[in-house]
């Protein structure tokens, strides 16, 4: 009973985490933007009256279906089984639920409903947009696979929550360092941001698979991405980066929690300094991450 | 300045009289640096081609002139320039009033595509033999066979209404999906309308419909206002570059009445027309970054670009639309004290332009973003015509100040900047050498700033019947303004080829081959003013009526508070 209590509870505190923070972090990295551009930009909680003002809007749809209707709540639900499945300060809460592997395969979930939202929202900007959707995510997928193999081949296991544990134990190596840019690098593109928001490229078609969405729909998948940005810089900082650990749950949540806080800032700075890239420049650039996370698979196997 | 050098002379006469043969009319020369030619239309094909071909004049514009009610016909006259001999040539047929059609030259001279088919929409003389005869300016449900700037057409007609139509547009090759960007699109600040043709990511073909935003303004120009007047109506022909258009009109009616301009005036003009180079170029260098996603950029130029607009403001009281030019001169001389500060926010903004040039000059990934991009071949620019910074960057060294020197620019010339690889990259390095160069020219220019009366005193009356044409290098390129003097103290046709009117001819083949994501720089490396190029009537989109606000209406509805009834 007890047990159940505890994992119920972890379960809302990582949703928690994802639905209520990402907002403020989002309103935080548009500050930093606003300093580097020379304005002064919106106040933090600006991503807040955002959402509640689309979510107050009127539900409008290009296209009829159930399914289309649901895809972004489906896409936020995606996203917020990802918190659950991710280690955000403590242990994931649903550890035993499933591993890595499970890991990738929803934190790829959110990815193919934004992407099938916008192949059937009707429109050719959308389809333009999921098709580079696609191969972003085809092209990104295996550097996140290959960068968290890196762990598990450490760890000599698939559970998130072994690799912490070895990273803690063990300290920091070459191979998990090399594994951690390369995840670093995927997350920039996986948080949809520049060089890589290639797929939504507002002045080039105008927002991608997103272009049809509007009120509530534009809301939820606002907020999916805001999250998921979010919770995989807790993956992040969670496998790659877990020191210090103090073992006491508060105290490791806000050690995680500042050190999210830098990634992502980093991930901002990185935004405001590039121009956007072109689709075949993004692949190519991953492939070669990709290769280049395969070194770090090499150390991992000689023991560094 | 060597105008026209005798051998060149004959040359040109030797030229157009062989390619005319028995069709040769007359031959005159009504100022130092323009040649005059009227010949039968049987021969102007061979005539333009002959100019182009062998003695490579440059393709400037085609003039369509109702002159029923001075010589019972209609005038083509099509307008090149020898850029190296400082020479304009004007070729002239006299068109039937019972048979109103000529050869097309478009097959000799791509580059007057839209030339041809603006004459063909504006007084309805048919060009025999164009590639692509469908409407350019007109509205499509504008009825057949009514022409704008035909002498019996009251310049506040309203046609009926129309049925609803669809633009004449080009089918997708097979195979290839159309993905429509435009009229309404984000990185078009005005409306446009670009067909792409795409297989995947790839652009295969590309068909366009512009001129949505006609204002009335050459037909204003020879029916309502008078000389004097048009320097405020050339000056809104543009939001970014008015004191060019304003300037560039001037110049036309001064070299057509034979007005000496004093030489301070010609400095101030100098000035103010590269603060405009400035300030625009910064905005677009900024708008550049923006539609690559690069919005540091735009913040950072635009942030740079505003102490230039208060200098504006401090000289002429106004950020933008200054309102000084006048036939014969200026109407408002430099404030005295202006020389400290505009040496002062030069200092500032020259600092910062080098730095943003230098970042921009080193960053890599801007550079893999837009290297080989939008390629336009320096034998594309020559057929196609395109001017300023475009030309410039394809390594065709044209530019109006040094081809045809005006106001100052005989005494400070412009060094002129080019590269050869004609892709959005050159564009950009062009655009930002230019930046730098600007500034310079403004500080030498206002070391050099004499002495002496603002305006000509114009005593006699502007003699009717004398073309006078002019052009200034606008920060886009080569603006043109062809003044006819008519009575009534107005012109009789006034022409105005804004410079994006040549450079959006070379957009379809710079995108062909491309991806999606290399359209919208592609086009933004044009630096496209679509107000500019836009200049015919004003339409009302909900019934299709054709107005155009009068002084009252427009001075009524500006001080009215409400605002209700608006011009919408």
Same mark, same amino acid.
């Given at each position: 009973m007890t047990h159940w209590m505890s994992v119920l509870l972890s379960c809302a505190l990582n949703v928690g985490i994802a639905l209520l923070l990402s907002p403020l972090v989002e309103g935080i990295l548009r500050k930093i933007r606003a300093a580097i551009h020379s304005r002064i930009g919106p106040p933090v909680t600006q991503p807040y009256w955002d959402l509640l003002k689309l979510l107050g809007k009127e539900e409008l749809r290009s296209t009829g279906g159930a399914v289309y209707a649901s895809l972004p709540a489906l896409t936020l639900a995606s996203v917020l089984l990802l918190a659950t499945l991710a280690p955000m300060g403590g242990a994931a809460p649903l550890s035993f639920a499933g591993d890595m592997i499970v890991v990738l395969y929803v934190a790829a979930m959110g990815a193919v409903l934004i992407i099938l939202c916008g192949f059937s929202s009707g429109s050719p900007y959308a389809y333009v947009g999921s098709s580079r959707e696609m191969m972003m995510a085809l092209s990104v997928e295996p550097t996140l696979a290959i960068a968290l193999s890196v762990g598990a081949f450490k760890a000599k296991s698939l559970a998130l929550g072994s690799m912490t544990a070895f990273q803690v134990e063990n300290g920091p190596s070459i191979s998990m360092a090399i594994a951690g840019i390369a995840f670093f690098v995927a997350l920039q593109a996986q948080a949809g941001k520049l060089p890589f928001d290639i797929a939504e490229a507002d002045q080039e078609i105008m927002g991608g698979p997103l272009v049809e969405q509007s009120g509530p729909r534009l809301a939820l998948l606002r907020w999916a991405i805001w999250a998921r940005q979010l919770v995989l810089a807790f993956l992040l900082v969670e496998v790659f980066l877990p020191w210090p650990r103090f073992g006491v749950l508060p105290f490791d949540l806000l050690a995680s929690a500042v050190k999210v806080l830098v990634v992502l800032v980093i991930v901002a700075l990185v935004d405001v300094v590039n121009p956007r890239v072109r689709i075949d420049q993004a692949m190519g650039f991953f492939m070669r991450v990709a290769i280049s996370s395969l070194a770090a698979l090499a150390f991992a196997v000689i023991g560094k | 300045m060597t105008t026209g050098n005798e051998r060149t002379l004959a040359a040109v006469h030797e030229l157009v009289a062989a390619r005319s043969k028995g069709a040769f009319v007359s031959a005159t020369q009504p100022h130092a640096d323009t040649l005059h030619f009227v010949v039968d239309r049987s021969a102007i094909r061979s005539v333009a081609d002959g100019l182009v071909q062998q003695l490579g004049a440059r393709f400037l514009i085609s003039v369509g002139t109702d002159r029923r009610p001075l010589s019972g016909d209609f005038g083509i006259a099509h307008f090149f320039s020898l850029d190296g001999e400082h020479l304009y040539l004007v070729v002239e047929s006299p068109i039937p009033e019972d048979d109103l059609r000529i050869d097309s030259i478009t097959p000799v001279v791509p580059g007057a595509d839209w030339a041809e088919r603006e004459f063909q929409d504006a007084v309805g003389v048919r060009a025999e033999g164009h590639p692509d005869p469908r409407r350019l300016l007109l509205p499509d449900d504008w009825p057949e066979g009514l022409h704008p700037l035909r002498r019996d057409f009251p310049y506040n007609f309203r046609p009926p209404l129309a049925e609803k139509r669809q633009p004449e547009m080009r089918e997708a090759p097979t195979g290839a999906t159309v993905l429509p960007m435009g009229p309404f699109f984000p990185v078009l600040e005005e409306p446009a309308y670009w067909r792409l043709f795409v297989e995947g990511e790839t652009i295969v073909g590309c068909d366009t419909r512009l001129f949505y935003n006609h204002r009335g303004i050459e037909k204003l120009g020879d029916s309502v206002l008078t000389y004097n007047e048009i320097p405020s109506l050339a000056e809104r022909i543009c939001g970014i570059c008015g004191f060019i258009h304003s300037t560039c009109y001037c110049q036309a009616v001064e070299k057509a009445a034979g007005i000496e301009v004093p030489r301070r005036a010609r400095y101030i003009r100098t000035i103010m027309l590269e603060l405009e180079r400035i300030h625009s170029h910064l905005l677009w260098l900024g708008i550049a970054g923006h539609i690559i996603g690069f919005e540091t950029v735009l913040m950072q130029t635009w942030r740079i670009r505003e102490p230039i607009m208060w200098l504006c403001e401090a000289i002429s009281g106004n950020r933008k639309t200054y309102g000084m030019n006048t036939v014969g001169g200026l109407r408002r001389d430099l404030p005295n004290d202006v020389g400290p500060e505009l040496l002062k926010t030069l200092a500032g903004v020259e600092k910062e332009s080098i730095a943003v040039r230098d970042a921009i000059i080193g960053d890599s990934v801007l550079r893999a973003r837009t290297e080989a991009v939008g390629k336009i071949t320096k034998e594309s620019a020559r057929s196609v015509c395109i001017v300023g910074p475009p030309a410039r960057a394809s390594g065709v060294a044209i530019d109006a100040r040094i081809d045809h020197p005006y106001a100052a620019y005989d005494e400070v010339p412009p060094r002129v900047v080019t590269q050869d690889a004609g892709d959005t990259w050159a564009r950009v390095v062009v655009r930002v050498g230019e930046l730098v160069e600007s500034i310079r020219l403004v500080r030498e220019a206002l070391a050099a700033l004499p002495e002496g009366p603002i305006c000509a005193e114009i005593k006699n009356d502007i003699p009717p019947g004398r073309i006078g044409i002019s052009v200034v290098e606008a920060p886009r390129g080569e603006a043109i303004h062809v003044v006819m003097t008519g009575g009534d103290n107005r012109p009789y046709r006034w022409r105005v080829r804004a410079p994006t009117y040549a450079n959006l001819q070379a957009m379809p083949a710079a995108v062909v081959g491309g991806t999606i994501a290399d359209v919208p720089i592609t086009l933004g490396s044009l630096d496209p003013c679509f107000s500019c190029t836009e200049r015919l009537e004003t339409v009302? &989109? &909900?019934?299709g009526a054709v107005r155009v606000y009068g002084h009252a209406e427009l001075l009524e509805m500006s001080r009215s508070r409400d605002v209700r009834g608006g011009a919408r």
């Open positions: - | 009302d &989109r &909900r019934t």
